[in-house]
């Protein structure tokens, strides 16, 4: 397994700036590209720019979880560029993965409290491809409690998003 505590904290950082703006400067809309929105903050820890989504469909609907997200997250001062994370909703189960699928494409993440990161840095490029072409992408993932969720993102304007990240953090 190849991660550390400073990628889970940069990723745990960018999330928190979607969700709480009173953490840092207000972060920045860059603009809404279909299922995808992509933003901006820049204080003095540097520019951080990410883009964000929510499922199209939850399963099992009746599961109780907090907000759901899929991020993407480029921070060019900590030589981070697009690096996905999930935040599911729940505490994962202790040692298992959480699964990605885009066609026949499958990536495994790591878990650590509610949130989930690539196990091999070298496969972000691969599923940031699988992504741009895509048009759907399911995360299987299994909670403290045993349930088994399957949450379904909509790819739609992925690609966009992308690019005015990578724009925003030129």
């Given at each position: 397994?190849?991660?550390?505590?400073?990628?889970?904290?940069?990723?745990?950082?960018?999330?928190?700036?979607?969700?709480?703006?009173?953490?840092?400067?207000?972060?920045?809309?860059?603009?809404?590209?279909?299922?995808?929105?992509?933003?901006?903050?820049?204080?003095?820890?540097?520019?951080?720019?990410?883009?964000?989504?929510?499922?199209?469909?939850?399963?099992?609907?009746?599961?109780?979880?907090?907000?759901?997200?899929?991020?993407?997250?480029?921070?060019?001062?900590?030589?981070?560029?697009?690096?996905?994370?999930?935040?599911?909703?729940?505490?994962?189960?202790?040692?298992?993965?959480?699964?990605?699928?885009?066609g026949s494409d499958k990536?495994?993440?790591?878990?650590?409290?509610?949130?989930?990161?690539?196990?091999?840095?070298?496969?972000?490029?691969?599923?940031?491809?699988?992504?741009?072409?895509?048009?759907?992408?399911?995360?299987?993932?299994?909670?403290?409690?045993?349930?088994?969720?399957?949450?379904?993102?909509?790819?739609?304007?992925?690609?966009?998003?992308?690019?005015?990240?990578?724009?925003?953090?030129?």
């Amino acid at each position: 397994m190849t991660f550390s505590l400073g990628r889970i904290a940069l990723a745990t950082v960018a999330f928190l700036l979607t969700l709480s703006p009173a953490l840092a400067d207000s972060p920045t809309l860059l603009g809404t590209f279909d299922a995808w929105e992509a933003y901006k903050n820049t204080d003095a820890r540097g520019t951080v720019c990410w883009a964000v989504t929510q499922p199209q469909t939850k399963e099992p609907a009746t599961a109780r979880r907090d907000p759901i997200y899929f991020i993407i997250t480029t921070w060019p001062k900590q030589n981070i560029a697009n690096e996905p994370s999930i935040v599911i909703g729940y505490p994962f189960k202790d040692g298992e993965n959480a699964t990605v699928e885009i066609g026949s494409d499958k990536f495994s993440f790591f878990t650590k409290a509610d949130g989930a990161w690539l196990q091999a840095k070298a496969e972000e490029k691969r599923l940031i491809e699988a992504m741009r072409v895509g048009a759907e992408m399911t995360v299987k993932g299994l909670s403290k409690r045993g349930t088994l969720t399957t949450d379904t993102y909509s790819l739609k304007g992925i690609s966009l998003a992308l690019d005015k990240v990578a724009e925003g953090c030129k």
